[in-house]
């Protein structure tokens, strides 16, 4: 057993309102320079619908992740390295800038300067930032589903409908949507480290974030291919790869990203995971698809197993990342609670940015047809014929398989309706957690995590330096007590650490497949 730690993060799609702060938030700090107008390491999609790029879960179109020949071995699915020398100076694997979107402005200046007396109303036009010249139809975009009303116009053509051979229905009045924030997912076992040439791309031994050394990236662009998520980045104007750090300046001083820190829904938790690494290669060739989500809860490791510390204190985990990964909230709503599963694992990169899936209204339609729509015995029994079908939400995150994901959705309505009692003075009717394979306790600690979790429950985050303390509670000068939760900011002193932290210089790259 190799126990090694990794940051991760969940994000819970029950409370993602579509807001976009975590999108303007990470442009502003991280791609506002020129070249990466149509970057977006954080964005938004609307489900169901085509996404950002264009159809980016399509590999028998895009070629990204990995694929399992017939001894059990990995392969890069846009082939190995042989293939990828030979078709290094043309790769045909590649998004178009159509399948993002060209970025633009518009004329601002016609409207400033147009003349008071002008016979023809001035007109600001949509002009291209790429090669200055006027667009005349804007075709996409970072969210161009939710863009088109709910994502009418592009609902036949959702790759995980079409995998799943579902009709949905068109009337809008029985359709469904919920919004999926997407950034990099920082693999166990990434396609993008194994398919650069240059070995630019690299993943970080010390927490497991891919980053690109922009010094070794030569662009050859073989990263955007390889990742199956297009999360990976072209800048037309350096010619390097770009991608999301999970801004680990700032994790290395104890603070979350900046995403997560912006959450106006406070849906994501940050945290340490330990796992096995001399399992990662297994896990991630399971021959079953839908096998791939259990393999890769069975590597990651209880941080509270004696024989697991003892293994990650031999392996130079430092003792503030153990203590982390106990006080996690990661372990607990992927392992505790299981209430968390991972975005495509058919992919077989073991991405390490997991969702909890999204409770669809079905209270509401249950009390529309006469019944107590917070009755527990109606919610469960109802859980199958939501308006967000479990088909598809298998298809997001379990490889087709509904049993894990109907058994998160159950476990969410049964916390409600637990908690309903709870709150209306009545003792806690253990026969709803019993239902749900749980007790009351463990019922009132995941609402506690799920819906009223503070600060430094939602990030667990230790600094690189065990001498700083970790958390928003710790911090001096803090203008507001932590008790009122009413700030989220840092004080000027501690923004000031942040700010000034120096980069960290590359750690060689993990042994991939």
Known sequence: MKVMAQIAMIMNLDKCIG??????????????????EYIWFNNV??????????????????KGGWRRTKSGKLVPRQGGRLSSLAKIFANPNLPDLKDYYEPWSYEYDKLLSAPKDSANVPVAR?????????????????????????SMETLDNDPVLKKMNLDVAKNIEDSFMFYLPRICEHCLNPTCVSACPSGAMYKRTEDGIVLVDQDKCRGWRMCVSGCPYKKVYFNHKTGKA???????????????????????GRLRYLG?????????????????????????????LDPNDPEVVANAQANDIPHSWITAAQESPIWALISKYEVALPLHPEFRTLPMVWYVPPLSPVVDAVTASGNDGEDHKVLLSAIAQMRIPLDYLAGLFTAG??????????RLAAMRSYMRDVFMGREGDESIAGAVGMDGKTIEQMYRLLSIAKYDDRYVIPTTHPEMP????????????????????????AMGRAGNAAPRRPSLPLEVL
């Not at 090669?131 to 969210?143: P, R, S, V, Y």
């Not at 970790?470 to 002193?493: K, N, Q, W």
């Open 19 to 36: 807001c976009h702060t975590c999108s303007v938030t990470c442009k502003q700090a991280w791609t506002n320079r020129e070249g990466t």
């Open 45 to 62: 999609e609307t489900r169901p619908g085509l996404g950002y790029p264009r159809g980016w879960e399509d590999q028998d179109t895009w």
């Open 126 to 150: 949509a002009v291209s930032l790429a090669d200055k010249e006027h667009i005349d139809t804007i075709e996409w975009g970072a969210n161009w589903d939710d863009d088109l009303g709910g």
């Open 242 to 264: 770009e991608k999301c750090t999970l801004c680990y300046p700032r994790l290395e001083v104890g603070q979350p990203t900046v995403c997560s820190e912006t959450c106006v």
């Open 272 to 300: 340490v995971i330990l796992y096995d690494a001399d399992r990662v290669g297994w896990a991630a060739s399971r021959e079953n698809e839908q096998e791939l989500y259990q393999a890769q809860r069975e590597i990651l």
């Open 401 to 410: 398989d509904t049993r894990p994901v109907e058994l998160a959705l159950r």
């Open 470 to 493: 970790r958390g928003i509670s710790e911090l001096e000068g803090c203008p507001v007590s932590y008790d009122t939760e009413a700030f989220h900011g840092m004080a000027p002193a």
